[in-house]
């Protein structure tokens, strides 16, 4: 018998890592093995502490913009995607570079350049200040695109010509406030072209669908993951919708024991860029006072791999 009190855990899958946070890690510890230590990396590879610490360790370096890598140094670009000028740039310095940008990314980076060379105006659903954002514009010539975040942006929208615009969406938005979205400019703007196929990355949308799928049995959800990453921050939002109280945390040491109060069922997930590691911890420490159970809900199965850049796939 135990003095604990029971804790039932609901865990969410899918969770954690996606392909392309897993390809972009290890885009990284490859060009270590190749080049040696170190290798600079162009913003954080992806938005989590605990995986920027574990690379810094092997030997990488994070710097904010190229000017900080010094000649002849490998550089790695993240996986949120960079603006056009960076690899130029890289180039004309002669800096030997890898872009690590998730593959579902760089598919909206190309469909941005065709619509644009169509003559359409892009209406990009996203969150201003985001480095995928950031990415997606520098793909197109300055003014070609423009940031709607919400349905207020979408309602007061005055475009100069309203019968020749697309849209398309950051990968990692919420899918319901997205739809809300898009539901006002397809209302006003009758002739917008979608894009080809669902911008918001499948990872994405499995993470919330898996969320959802477990909110009404929780008496609380907690979130693995960053402040700055975009779909760990969605995934609160998702079960806060469902009407659950949810918070993020990072690590398990920044659990609130508070939070738990009067909590017979907790839902845990993890964002895309969380390793599986810090689930695990988290359930180790709440086991330190409660009586845990596990069981996980899956309701899907991610099978997708994307291939490393050339240059490293005999390293691999």
Known sequence: MTDKPALELLIAAPRGFCAGVDRAIRIVELAIEKHGAPVYVRHEIVHNKFVVDSLKAKGAIFVEELDEVPDGAPVVFSAHGVPKSVPANAEARGLEYLDATCPLVSKVHRQAERLV????????????????????????????????????????LQPADADNLAFLTQTTLS???????????????????????????????????????????????????????????????????????????????????????????????????????LVRELVDLLATRYDVTEREEETTRETIAFKLPRALEQAA
């Open 117 to 156: 060379a169509a003559g359409r105006h892009i209406l990009f659903i996203g969150h201003a200040g985001h480095p995928e954002v950031i990415g997606t514009f520098g793909q197109v010539p300055a003014g070609a695109m423009t940031l709607i975040e919400n349905v207020a942006d979408a309602e007061a």
């Open 175 to 277: 899918v319901d406030d997205t739809a809300e979205v898009v539901r006002v400019l397809q209302r006003r703007f009758v002739n917008m072209q979608p894009p080809r196929g669902e911008d918001i990355c499948y990872a994405t949308s499995n993470r919330q669908a898996a969320v959802k799928a477990i909110a009404s049995a929780c008496d609380a959800v907690l979130v693995i993951g960053a402040p700055n990453s975009s779909n760990s921050v969605r995934l609160v939002e998702v079960a806060q919708r469902e009407g659950v109280r949810a918070a993020l945390i990072q690590r398990a040491v920044d659990l609130d024991w508070a939070f738990l109060e009067g909590v017979g069922t907790l839902g845990v997930s993890a964002g895309a860029s969380a390793p599986e590691l």
